[in-house]
C-alpha cells in the first residue's frame, strides 16, 4: 500500500519569497510610473536621494521587528526606545562632551537593556508581548521626557552627518540600514539563531519537545529588536539634528506596517528581512509622491491605511492560494 | 424490560477515513432501556455513537428513528429530533453561569435584553428535574467542580426534547456519590421512555446500569446481548475475541545492560509511583486504556510536564539525571516521538530538512553557521534511508501522509543518535506500508543497542514488537509481562485491574 501524494513543487519556499520581492518591485515600479505621471518634479535623482536618506531609521528599526513577528510576537515599544535611546546619546554629547561613535554606542545599549526587560518579562511571566511592550511604550516614553527635561535637545553639526550626503548623495546612515539588512538576511537563513527563529514561530512546543529551548532565543530577539530601534533613534536625531523626546511616536505603526507588507506574517514562521526593505521603499516612495503631487496630510493618511491593507489582502490570498494548490 | 416501542434501528452503519473504522453495524435501540456500548480502543465506540449524534457522516448504512428515515447532517440536526450526546470533552463556557450555559441557545430575552429572573427560573427547574437543585444556577460554571460540571453538561442536554441520550465515558471525572446520582437520574429518564447509549469500559457500571450490552471489536459489531446473565468475564472475551493471538512468536531479543531507570515516578493522580527498568537492545511496551497515564508517563520522563517526585537514571549512573526540561533530556540522549506529531512534533509548513535537523542542529552547523551543503546531503541520506515517499527533502512535510511524517520525526532522533527512545502511538494515522517500514526501523534501533519505550493503544502490535509489556491501569504500572506470559485477555485484564479495584473499594465505603 503507498500513501497517495500530491505532486507539489519543491521549490515553493524559494519561489514565495522571489514571488514577495517581485510583487513588491511591481508595486514600487507601478507608484513610480503613478507618481511621474502626475508629477514633473517626482521622477528625478533628487527625490530618490531624499527618499533613501529618508527611510533609514524605519528600515533598521524594521529588520528587529521582522524578527519579532517572525518568532510570532510583537514590539510596540520601538517608536518610544528610539526617542530614550537618542535622548541619551543627545545627553552624552551635550552634557558629557562625548564623540558620537561611543554616544551611539550608548544609544543602542540604552535600546538593547530596554529590548531584554521586553523579551525577560513576556518569556519569564509568559505574557503576550502585546502587553508587555504596550507598557515598555509608555515607560521608555516617560524616561525619554525625564532624560531631557521634556525639551527638544539641539545637537547639530556633531551628529548630523550621520544624515548627510555621502557617496552619491546618499548617506552614511542609508550605507549602514543596507548593510544591516542584508546581515540580517544571512542571519535569518543561514545560522542556527535564524533557524531557531523561525522554528519558535512556527511551533514554539514542538520546538520545545525537540530539545531547542525557545526562550533564550526569544529573549534575544527582543534585546536586537532593542537595540536596532536604539540606532534608529540616532538615525532620526542625525536627520532633526538634535534629540527630541516626541521623536518616534507612533512609528511602531509605520514599522510593523512596513514589515507586513513585506510579506512577514503576524502569526509567525514566515518572513524575509529583504521584503521588509521593499516594504519600507513602498511606503517612503507612497509618502513622497504623495507629497509632490499635493496630497494634504488627510488625504495622504487615509491612502496610506488603504495600501497597506490592500497589501496585505492580497499577500493573504497569494498564501491561501499556495495552500490549496 | 418495560418498552418495545424501537426508538432507533441502523443497518450496516460504517465510515472510512484512510482505513474503514466502522463497517457494517447494525443496532436496535428501544425507548426506555439503556445500550451499553463498549469494546478495545479504537473498536469504534465514538465513532458509531457521533454518527448517531450528527457529528460524523456515515459512509454507508441507514438509520431510522421511530420508523421515519434518519440522516442528521449536523449536531443541530440530531438534538432538533431529540437525539443528544454528552461528549467526553466538556463544551461549557466557564465563565458564564450555570443558568446561562443552560439555556445559551435561547435565553429568553426582550428585545435582546437578556430577562435573568426568567433566565434563572428556568434555569433552577430544569436543574431540579435532575436532582441539582443544590446548585445556584446564578453560579459561573468556573466556580464547580469537575463532577458537576459534568452534571451541568448532561442537564443541557436535557433541555427541550430528548429522546435519546447518548452519553460518552461520562463517569470519568466523577466521585462514587456523584456516579450515583447520576445513575438515580438515568433511571428517571428510562421511566421517561427516553432511550440510553451509555459509553464506558468500566464494565461494572455497565452491569450496575445497563439493560443490554452491545459490543465492538475492531470496527465490527460482535454481539449484542442482554446484560443480566452476562459476567465482566464474559464481555472481556468479547471485546478481545475467541482468535487465539496470531504467529505473533519472535524471539526475544538479546537485552544489553541497563540504559534506564525510573524510579517512582508520580504527578497527582494521573501518574502514581511508576518504577521501571529499560534496557539496551530491547523494546518495552506500554498497554493501558486511554487515560491510564502512558502519555503522561513519558512526558515526565522527558521532563516536559513537571512530576511531583521520581528520578530517571541513566545508564550504570548511581546518581539521577537532571532532567527538569526536554533541552537536558535531549542532552541526555533521550528523545520522544510524540503522540500528536501535528502539534508537538512537526513544524508542518516547513521542510523536511528543517525537521529533520532541528533536535541536533549542531551537527550541522559550525559556530553558529548553517553548514547547507552537509545538511542537505545527510537529511538526504536519512530520507532514502526511511524511505520517506516524497519529492525531495525541500518539500513541506504537511504535504506528506501520516506514515511519511512520522518517519520525519524518526529521521529527526536518528539524527540525533539518542541512546533511548520514548515513542507514544508511533502508528497511529499510519498506513499498514509505512507501518511496516517504522517496525523495520525499530528493529534496526534495537538491535544497534538502542532503548526503546513504546506506548501504543493496539495490543497486537505491542505483541509483535516487543520484548515485555508493562500495562498501566489508573496511573499505576500493575505489571510487567515477559514475553511468552502474555495474551490479550491478561493483558486487558491488567488494564482494567485498578478500576475495578478502585470502584470495589468505593463499593465497600458506599455499603
Known sequence: ?325 | MTATVVLLRGEGLGKRYATPVLSGVGFELHGGEVLALTGENGAGKSTLSKIVAGLVDPSEGEMWLEGQPYRPRSRKEAERLGVRMVLQELSLVPTLSVAENLLLERLPNTAGFIRRDVLNQAAAKQMAMIGLEAIDPRLPVSALGVGHQQMVEIARSLVGECRLLILDEPTATLTSREIEHLFHQIALLKARGVGVVYISHRLDELQQIADRVMVLRDGKHVETRPMRGSTQDDIVRLMVGRDVHEALDRPRRPAGAVAMRVKGMSRGTVVRDVSLSLHNGEVLGLAGLVGSGRTELLRLIYGADRKDSGEVLLGNATTPARIATPVQAVKAGIGLVTEDRKSQGLLLPLSIRINTTLANLKAVAGGGWLKRDEERVEVERLRQLLRVRSDSSEQAVGQLSGGNQQKVVFARWLHRDCEVLLLDEPTRGVDIGARADIYAQMDRLAAAGKALLMVSSDLRELMSVCDRIGVMSAGRLVRIFERGEWSEHALLEAAFSAYLAADAANGAKAA
Not at chain 1, 528581512?273 to 509632490?292: C, D, K, M, P
Open chain 1, 1 to 325: 500500500m503507498s500513501a497517495q501524494i500530491k505532486p507539489i513543487s519543491t521549490r515553493t519556499a524559494v519561489t514565495s519569497a522571489l514571488g514577495t520581492v517581485a510583487g513588491l518591485l511591481v508595486a514600487l515600479a507601478l507608484m513610480v510610473a503613478l507618481f511621474s505621471a502626475l508629477s514633473q518634479y517626482f521622477f528625478t535623482a533628487d527625490t530618490f536621494v531624499t527618499i533613501a536618506n529618508d527611510i533609514p531609521a524605519v528600515a533598521v528599526t524594521a529588520v528587529g521587528m521582522t524578527f519579532v513577528l517572525i518568532i510570532a510576537g510583537i514590539d510596540l515599544s520601538v517608536g518610544s526606545v528610539m526617542a530614550v535611546s537618542a535622548a541619551a546619546a543627545g545627553i552624552a554629547m551635550l552634557q558629557w562632551q562625548w564623540p558620537l561613535l561611543p554616544a551611539m554606542g550608548l544609544a543602542m545599549a540604552v535600546g538593547l537593556v530596554a529590548g531584554a526587560i521586553n523579551g525577560s518579562v513576556t518569556v519569564a511571566f509568559r505574557l503576550p508581548s502585546f502587553i508587555v511592550t504596550l507598557g515598555m511604550l509608555e515607560v521608555a516614553r516617560g524616561a525619554a521626557y525625564l532624560a531631557t527635561g521634556s525639551r527638544t535637545q539641539y545637537i547639530g553639526s556633531k551628529i548630523d552627518w550621520l544624515g548627510k550626503p555621502f557617496v552619491a548623495g546618499l548617506s552614511p546612515a542609508f550605507f549602514i540600514a543596507l548593510a544591516i539588512v542584508i546581515l540580517a538576511q544571512i542571519v535569518l537563513t543561514r545560522t542556527v539563531f535564524g533557524r531557531c527563529m523561525i522554528g519558535i514561530g512556527t511551533n514554539e512546543e514542538a520546538m520545545r519537545l525537540a530539545g531547542v529551548d525557545p526562550r533564550p532565543i526569544k529573549i534575544a530577539v527582543f534585546a536586537i529588536a532593542g537595540l536596532l530601534a536604539g540606532l534608529g533613534g540616532v538615525f532620526l536625531s542625525s536627520r532633526l539634528e538634535a534629540a527630541d523626546p516626541n521623536a518616534g511616536i507612533g512609528a511602531e505603526l509605520v514599522v510593523i506596517a512596513s514589515v507586513v507588507i513585506g510579506g512577514t506574517s503576524l502569526m509567525g514562521g514566515r518572513g524575509s528581512v529583504v521584503s521588509t526593505f521593499f516594504g519600507v521603499l513602498v511606503i517612503s516612495v507612497l509618502e513622497a509622491g504623495l507629497a509632490q503631487v499635493g496630497a494634504s496630510e488627510p488625504t495622504k493618511r487615509i491612502i496610506t491605511g488603504c495600501v497597506i491593507i490592500i497589501a496585505v489582502v492580497l499577500d493573504t490570498l497569494r498564501e491561501r492560494r499556495k495552500r490549496t494548490s
